[in-house]
């Protein structure tokens, strides 16, 4: 009987080697961009609860927005804290051992990118932010009808974790963007539609932003002006 005794040489294990690493390095990057498309459509599905959250918070309080942050003198609930009882209302899961209430609401007025930050830093970071040009000077907080253009003006956005100082503040403005997602930004306009919008080529770790109607974005952070 014959009998093949042949076995792979060097080179042939060379070549599968060589092959693999090739179907890995084109699998790679798709995979990549799947979970960078994902992390994009929870944070856009994220930012319409908290506008669902928001617009009932309105409703209960005579038009009026929440605050945009907890300094100053001026008194309130800050958005942040806000949407909370909105959302647990909406979304706590039947069994309330599956998961803490504290950890669902995180997870919805977070941006994903927050389960990467170290945990001594959670309780201090906040990856989506409300605009806080919508009240200024001795305007505390506003109505939410007497925004002139609704579908142009920002109201929570991607903010950046990456500065201490910025990182930590219930809000922001174009300054204090982050385009981390495929290096654009989810931001959620006053009439509750959310767009994915990039401005340059940043990878999300620095100043990124639009004043008043840049780069014909036709985005508005100062509904005044």
Not at 124 to 131: A, D, E, H, L, V
């Amino acid at each position: 009987m014959y009998k093949d005794n042949h076995a792979f040489t060097i080179i042939e294990i060379l070549i599968v080697i060589f092959i693999i690493l090739i179907i890995v390095g084109l699998i790679f990057p798709i995979l990549y961009k799947i979970r960078e498309k994902s992390n994009q459509a929870v944070c856009m599905s994220n930012m319409g609860q908290m506008y669902k959250a928001i617009l009932q918070y309105t409703f209960e309080n005579d038009g009026y927005l929440p605050l945009e942050s907890n300094s100053g003198s001026c008194s309130g609930e800050v958005w942040f804290k806000a949407v909370d009882r909105y959302i647990i209302t909406d979304t706590l899961p039947e069994n309330p051992t599956e998961i803490s209430t504290k950890e669902k609401l995180l997870r919805i007025k977070q941006d994903p990118i927050f389960k990467t930050i170290s945990q001594d830093k959670k309780d201090n970071t906040r990856s989506i932010k409300m605009n806080t040009q919508l009240a200024q000077g001795t305007m505390c907080n506003r109505m939410i009808d007497s925004i002139s253009f609704p579908s142009m003006t920002v109201l929570l956005f991607d903010g950046r974790v990456n500065n201490t100082t910025v990182a930590s503040k219930y809000d922001g403005s174009y300054g204090s963007v982050a385009q981390r997602h495929s290096k654009g930004a989810n931001i959620l306009f006053m009439d509750g539609h959310v767009e994915r919008i990039q401005n340059g080529d940043s990878d999300g770790t620095v100043n990124e932003g639009w004043p008043n109607g840049h780069a014909n974005q036709g985005i508005i952070w100062d509904p005044d002006q």
